[in-house]
DNA sequence: AGGTTCACG
DNA sequence: ACGTACGTGAACCTA
């Protein structure tokens, strides 16, 4: 019976994939990453073999993996970790769900069916090929049992593949003597101990030499070299045993049918489910199952006529809710347009059999398709889109109030997420599958169609995890306001930006030439690398913190490290400079608006706090702590006859802190505006307030932000460049003096552990998985996470309210003055020279009035000819 | 593509 | 013993 079998050696190709991936959570929380590794292994396998048969051997206990196993051996066995033990149960699962047969018999390990079944179907005449991260298995390879290695290399994974000639040709020996040798070399990893002092070299001469460890005995007298010949005389019982642990069975005893092991469909609708459970999507694509569900295709129709048109919008003008998208003309529908990337038409959706792929084309114009979104969004009570404000560049949308925006939504209900396409949604949502080679009105239709029919749950989701007064008050009129914002964007002096850039172009030659002289040679100074070789090796600095990569030259390592070598302060200053030149003189020069107008975005959707975001370019890092950086502020200007007035909350987040944790002090100390930094510090070093040394306020300082960021003690203590311990004390007395907030940040852990995630005062959550991680570090990750998330998150909220309350207050009173600029606890308004008086109070009392906390909120204004001036 | 560095809150 | 402060984005280098 000839035919192909694959094997895989189960638990080593987990532990291959969980070691050789990043650490994935699916929603609930259960780590997937050694699941997901093992399918893409034993898929590109497959694809490759196209076998008849396949199996899986497990061990049936769980086994401490070769890394443990000289701890094991040693006895002091490590468990395998957490997250990998719950991941073996569900790959075994996974397999029985896409029909794949697995093996495992108490009694004997997984090598030993490995090794069996391999025999056996060899002799059936079948070819065989074995995978295993294993090197043990090569013992197994013959002329038609071939051991298969993956190793993953840069993402990718290679296969090493061994036939016995193989195995001869890599290690000199046949696969039978393989066995031999491993007797004598032994293997750490493996809890085979070997010979003493006997390593891979003397070993493999043995037995190329005598071929067995039996044969080299009897000849033990004339093994060289003498060391080895002392060695095997001493330890042969070592050897023996050694030969037994390596060797593996084939002719172990135990009912095996290949029939069950032949590989039928295996994209099953239940693997597909669980797929789809464990969020494995490059991995849904495999199925071809449109939809397991049903064929929501057959409601798709697309409209080129006019009346159909008016047709089709007199009816969606009646419907509850509708879901639009937009698409642009670029590859196919007009081709005299094609590459300008306009609108091509809209998507439509009222309903299961009403979805509509409308194009701009014969007698619809863009213009009518705008008007007749514009009454059908007003007319409807619920009008959904994906990336509302996207949308906008291309339609107007009318009913602000009731408008639905999914991915804000999505985002909502999992911030931690890369990216939120309307795919994801469709399937987590609704259970529906688009097929890559769809054709293109029919993904019109389905982004349409999801639009519209995603509402409902994602309502309902949003309601049960008491987030839809967050979504329907705080982040839909957000999406609005950051529209406004995107639209109004910030004047940019582009020909003070030029000079700018020229002046920080010459400084830069300057320090070049110097830095080349100092260390005698021309290198790239902006390589980490070539910098590394010139200051560690070249000059003989002896190298602090290392990275992956090698040794830092991160600039506080520098700092510490040589605080007055001339050549580590002129490359400091050449790196600040350089820095400033590509990415804010030349970066932001690039971004310059026919309008004059820097018009970056807005993101609603990225981090994981609630906090915006900015992009192309980012407009919340134009420099200000430095003086040289700080002058860049100077090209933000106002429009002529206009001035610039900044707002920004003064110490929010600690204000949020004192806020949620109930601290008595820590509120009395802000209802009575107190210099926190420094009561803190008079506090926790116990120093009548008048006599607070700066020193100690700015310590105080460091302090207060450490509590906001999770306070570590090692965090601290980097910070303010003082030992652990010192720190720790600090902390300690921080929390005697502020024990509110001691036991507020106790709690929010506490919950978060239970939970899984943390909330902010308005109800927006992370979810917090490192958590649960048996990691030390991770899980450290995720308690100053979960500290953290509420306090900036509920600030995020709280300056969201406030934006969007100045923003329509602008509007509402038809003023001229509009806001340009979120900065986290800033706006930058650029304000119209008679409304500088009611922009302030605007400003004021929005901000201040945004929450109602236990202490106030206070806003810091400044007004000014340009953002340098203003703050 | 991923790592390093550095700009901001 | 583990090796870090929380949250971002852009430029540049290296592979």
């Not at 800033?826 to 109070?841: D, I, P, R």
């Amino acid at each position: 019976m000839a035919g192909k079998i694959v094997l895989i050696d189960g638990h080593s190709i987990l532990n291959r994939a969980f070691y050789g991936l990043p650490d994935l959570t699916n929603a609930e929380g259960l780590h997937t990453n050694a699941v997901y590794g093992f399918l893409n292994i034993m898929f590109k396998i497959l694809e490759e073999e196209k076998p008849e048969y396949l199996t899986v051997a497990f061990d049936v206990h769980a086994p401490t993996f070769r890394h443990n196993m000289y701890a094991e051996y040693k006895g002091t066995r490590k468990p395998m970790a957490d997250e990998l033990r719950q991941q073996v149960p569900i790959i075994k699962e996974v397999l029985h769900a896409m029909g794949i047969k697995t093996i495992e018999k108490a009694g004997l390990e997984a090598d030993d069916l490995l090794g069996t079944i391999s025999r056996r179907c060899e002799q059936e005449g079948m070819e065989v090929s074995v995978i295993s991260g294993d090197r043990d298995l090569l013992q197994l390879a013959t002329e038609h049992v071939k051991i298969r290695i993956p190793k993953t290399k840069q993402g990718k994974t290679e296969v090493e593949d061994y036939y016995a000639k193989d195995v001869k040709e890599r290690y000199q020996v046949t696969p039978k003597e393989f066995i031999d040798l491993k007797a004598l070399m032994g293997d750490t990893s493996d809890n085979i101990p070997g010979v003493p002092s006997i390593g891979e070299k003397t070993a493999t001469k043995i037995i190329t030499e005598y071929h067995s460890i039996e044969n080299a005995y009897e000849h033990v007298e004339e093994v060289k070299p003498p060391r080895a010949s002392k060695a095997l005389k001493e330890h042969w019982d070592l050897a023996v045993m050694s030969k037994t642990l390596a060797t593996i069975h084939v002719d172990a005893d135990f009912a095996y049918s290949l029939e069950e092991a032949r590989l039928g469909n295996i994209y099953t609708e239940e693997a597909y489910a669980y797929f789809q459970r464990l969020q494995f999507k490059n991995l849904l694509n495999r199925f071809d199952v449109t939809a397991p569900s049903n064929a929501v295709e057959d409601g798709f129709t697309e409209i080129r006529e006019r009346k159909e048109a008016d047709r089709i919008f007199a009816k969606a003008g009646k419907a509850l809710a509708v879901g639009v998208c937009v698409f642009k003309n670029t590859k196919n529908v007009l081709p005299l347009f094609a590459g300008q990337a306009g609108p091509g038409g809209i998507g439509i959706c009222f309903g299961r059999e009403n979805v509509f792929c409308i194009y701009a084309e014969n007698d619809i114009t863009m213009d009518y398709l705008v008007e007749r979104v514009k009454e059908v969004s007003e007319s409807v009570q619920v009008f959904s889109m994906f990336d509302i404000k996207a949308a906008m560049s291309y339609l107007e949308i009318g009913g602000r109030e009731h408008s639905f925006d999914a991915l804000v939504a999505a985002y909502l209900l999992n911030p931690l997420k890369n990216d939120y396409t309307y795919e994801d949604v469709a399937r987590e949502q609704l259970d529906l599958i688009l097929e890559d080679k769809a054709e293109d009105y029919v993904k019109v239709c389905y982004e349409a169609y999801t639009a519209w029919a995603s509402i409902e749950p994602l309502t309902a989701k949003l309601k049960e995890e008491q987030m839809w007064q967050l979504f329907t008050e705080i982040e839909m009129p957000l999406v609005f306001t950051l529209y406004d914002m995107e639209q109004n964007g910030v004047k940019v002096e582009a020909e003070a930006l030029r000079s700018y850039g020229a002046q920080l172009g010459v400084k830069i030659v300057e320090l070049e030439k110097e830095i080349y002289d100092t260390a005698g040679e021309e290198f790239n100074i902006n390589s980490p690398k070539q910098l590394g070789v010139i200051l560690f090796e070249k000059m003989g600095l002896k190298g602090g913190r290392k990275t992956k990569t090698g040794y830092s030259t991160a600039a506080d390592v520098l700092e510490k490290l040589a605080p007055d070598y001339p050549i580590i302060t002129k490359i400091l200053e050449y790196r600040q400079l350089t820095k400033l030149k590509s990415t804010y003189a030349d970066g932001l020069a690039a971004y310059i608006n026919e309008d004059g107008r820097i018009h970056g975005r807005f993101n609603q959707t990225i981090t994981a706090t609630g906090r915006i975001s900015s992009t192309e370019p980012n407009l919340q890092n134009i420099p200000i702590r430095m003086e040289l950086g700080r002058l860049i502020r100077k090209v933000f200007v106002p429009e002529e006859g206009y001035v610039f007035v900044d707002a920004d909350y003064s110490q929010i987040e600690l204000r949020v802190l004192a806020h949620c944790s109930e601290d008595a002090q820590l509120i009395q100390a802000y209802k009575e505006a107190q210099d926190i930094h420094r009561l803190t510090a008079s506090q926790v070093f116990h120093t009548p307030f008048e006599e607070v040394t700066d020193l100690q306020r700015r310590n105080a300082k460091a302090v207060n932000f450490g509590i906001v960021y999770g306070i570590s003690s090692y965090g601290l203590s980097e910070d303010l460049s003082i030992d652990i311990k010192e720190a720790k004390q600090y902390i300690e007395q921080y929390f005697k003096t502020y024990p509110g907030i001691k036991s507020f940040l106790d709690d929010t852990v506490k919950h978060a552990k239970e939970m899984g995630y943390v909330v902010t005062l308005f109800g927006r959550r992370r979810p917090v998985p490192e958590l649960k991680s048996s990691n030390f570090m991770q899980r450290s990750f995720g308690e100053r996470v979960a500290m953290n998330a509420p306090i900036q998150g509920t600030a995020a909220d709280i300056m969201k309210i406030a934006m969007c309350a100045v923003n329509n207050r602008l509007k509402e009173n038809h003023m001229k003055s509009r806001l340009v600029l979120q900065v986290h606890d800033e706006l930058l308004v650029e304000t119209y020279h008679t409304e500088v008086e009611e922009v302030k109070q605007i400003l004021k009392e929005e901000m201040e009035q945004a929450a109602s906390l236990e202490v106030p909120l206070v806003v810091d204004m400044h007004t000014g000819e340009n953002w340098y001036e203003a703050k």
